[in-house]
């Protein structure tokens, strides 16, 4: 999966959802390093895949902040979600929530 929206880093050139995570988490002002973190433990169990997985994850920041993709990447506001929020959006685009180890 790709997004089309390519960034040069380290001297590679990768489109966003293939970014190392240390590039892909500075990519989205309004997210933490710790917020990241935990969405990605979360979002990897449902999708392993790391660019589907990190398609969820721009679609679901987008959607709590109330923006698009495109305009995510500018937002400068402040971003919050809680276990609910991220089960609620699993349960969504899975039609089955979180699945058990």
Known sequence: MRLGFNIEYDGR???ILELPNEAFVCMIPCMSKEQFNRMNRRFQEVWPDPTVCRNHMLAFTADRV????????LYRGSF?????DLDRYIHTHTKQGHRPS
């Open 66 to 73: 109330h923006t698009s993709i495109d305009f995510l990447f």
């Open 80 to 84: 919050w979600f809680d276990d609910e």
């Open 13 to 15: 050139n990768y489109d």
